[in-house]
């Protein structure tokens, strides 16, 4: 028997196999409104940057550093274990992405699905849009923006907890000095992102 | 085999896991069943069923029955729909050489040449790892006929594909 079992095992090409079958079972999983949670990968100058979409839009950007892994069983468990890799209804955020870090595009028009941010973190997420390309803006000036003056450490937990760093700018939150402070992405991307911000803008 | 298997404890892990943990035993498991040509389909119909059902997975299933269950079932539907069984020959395929995808070829038609029951309890117990008891529940019958059926085929295996000088025909006749 093991001898049977180690015949079949040697599967030169069933990797080859599996891939275009999975591949398959994603469209397909599209077409049967099946596929809940949709993924893909983008390597990035800050990073391999993990993209995931429902159907109403861009549900969750994640860093390495936030362990992709952990990520996708967090939306499993938060909204819906139907969670495959299907790169096709992540391909038009992911162009924006790329000309966004290549310099020729300034702003993102993806629908977004803003279901992770609950209460006073979704109006912070809402309102960070409004800090246009290139400026930077303080907590204590969002928590303005967001109709709350006070909340100025509440503005900064939803900043580091935006699940959808990158589209949504909470990279142009910096400290009141103007020094550029945490980030979700690790202070260097941060930085990063500042510099190619300001090259262009 | 018992060893190989690890319980699960989670409907609400991202599907994407099920698909890489399982899929290579899947795929094995639907080209013993229904054969190389019609394993492909065979494999999307049953991971898209348990697609479906993945999010009410009670916790605590074993994963790899399920789907083997599934697998099963989608096998016996395309089988009721009239779909054309592979057809025994009297020339044993020619073992192809060294060349691993030739004898692997030779493997699924010798699988596929396996009386019905024989192949199921051989595709279950020996691919997927699924202990007798389970591989009984799923064919129909005891578990020690089961364990028969799968000893029967695994000999018939080793008959006419480690040996093939044997002659086929007797190998035949004596399974009758």
Not at chain 1, 52 to 66: I, K, M, N, P, S
Not at chain 2, 112 to 136: D, F, I, M, S
Request: charged share 25%; proline share 6%.
């Amino acid at each position: 028997m093991s001898a049977t079992r180690e015949r079949l095992d040697g599967a030169a090409g069933e990797e080859a196999a599996l891939a275009r079958l999975a591949d398959g079972l994603a469209r397909r999983a599209e077409d049967e409104d099946l596929l809940d949670v949709a993924y893909r990968t983008l390597d990035t100058p800050v990073g391999t940057l993990l993209l995931a979409g429902t159907v109403a839009g861009l549900v969750r950007v994640a860093y390495d550093c936030e362990d992709h892994d952990a990520v996708l069983q967090s939306l499993a468990e938060r909204v819906s274990p139907r969670v495959l890799r299907a790169p096709a209804r992540l391909d038009a955020v992911a162009g924006e992405l790329e000309e966004y870090f290549a310099g020729t595009r300034t702003a993102f028009d993806v629908p977004l699905d803003l279901r992770l941010a609950a209460g006073f973190r979704r109006s912070v997420v809402e309102a960070l849009p409004r800090i246009a390309f290139g400026a930077t803006a303080s907590y204590t000036q969002v928590a303005a923006l967001t109709g709350s003056p006070g909340a100025v450490r509440a503005v900064g937990t939803a900043c580091a907890r935006n699940p959808l760093p990158v589209v949504v700018p909470c990279h142009r939150v910096v400290r009141s000095d103007g020094s550029p402070g945490q980030y979700v992405g690790g202070a260097a991307a941060k930085v990063s992102l500042l510099a190619l911000e300001a090259r262009r803008g | 085999m018992d060893v190989l298997r690890h319980p699960e404890s989670t409907g609400r892990e991202p599907f994407e896991v099920v698909v890489a943990r399982h899929g290579a035993v899947v795929l094995r498991v639907c080209r013993a069943v229904v054969g190389p040509d019609a394993a492909d389909d065979a494999w999307s119909e049953t991971f898209l069923s348990a697609l479906r059902a993945w999010p009410s997975l009670p916790p605590g299933s074993d994963v790899r029955a399920w789907l083997v269950t599934i697998a099963h079932r989608k096998a016996v539907d395309a089988h009721r729909a009239a779909v054309r069984r592979p057809t025994p020959t009297d020339v044993l395929p020619e073992r192809g050489g060294d060349l691993l995808g030739d004898w692997r070829a030779d493997l699924w038609e010798a699988v596929g040449e396996l009386p019905g029951k024989q192949r199921r309890c051989v595709a279950y117990h020996h691919l997927a790892g699924l202990p007798w008891a389970e591989v009984a529940a799923l064919v129909g019958g005891s578990e020690a006929a089961a364990r028969r059926a799968g000893a029967d085929g695994v000999r018939a295996l080793r008959r006419r594909w480690f040996e093939q000088e044997a002659p086929s025909t007797t190998a035949r006749e004596e399974e009758r």
